[in-house]
């Protein structure tokens, strides 16, 4: 139930953390026609028009000298590069207990998109316990 109970209070912290999401676009507004071009030449090259990719991971050591490890990748980076682009990369890493350990690492790559990109990373990392130790990593890159 502790587990549970824990597991729950960290992933309600990410949700109740303030996002701060970063936006930004390669297609410069020259005009709307220019633009209007741009997404109507999508449908005759193959491209997806939107593209989403969501990394979560969660890890947790409990327990008087538990160990955990967690690592995880994605590679949403494609040839094509669609018009709108969104990434979250969101890890939890728990170490509670006496001499308790958990590492965790995360890494993403997306791609960029033409009209925007929208790249969300978070993360919480909590040790609780005489001599428990937690260690995170979280990179999440968009491509060019």
Same mark, same amino acid.
């Given at each position: #139930? #502790? $587990?549970v109970t %824990? *597991? /729950?209070a960290a992933l309600a912290l990410c /949700?109740? %953390?303030p996002a701060r999401a970063q936006d930004y676009g390669g297609v410069r507004l020259r005009g709307p026609d220019a633009v %209007?071009? $741009?997404v109507e030449s999508f449908d $005759?090259?193959?491209c997806r028009l939107s593209? *989403?990719?969501v990394t979560v991971g969660v890890n947790r050591a409990l327990g008087a000298g538990s160990q955990a490890w967690q690592q995880l990748g994605t590679n949403a980076g494609t040839g094509? $590069?669609?018009l709108v682009s969104t990434q979250a990369t969101v890890g939890v890493n728990l170490s509670v207990g006496s001499r308790a350990r958990a590492e965790q690492s995360i890494e993403t790559a997306g791609a960029r998109g033409v009209l925007a990109t929208t790249n969300l990373a978070r993360g919480v990392n909590v040790a609780a316990g005489r001599g428990s130790q937690a260690g995170q990593r979280i990179l999440a890159q968009t491509g060019r």
């Open positions: #139930m #502790m $587990r %824990l *597991t /729950a /949700a109740v %953390l %209007l071009d $741009r $005759r090259s193959g593209q *989403t990719s094509c $590069r669609p």
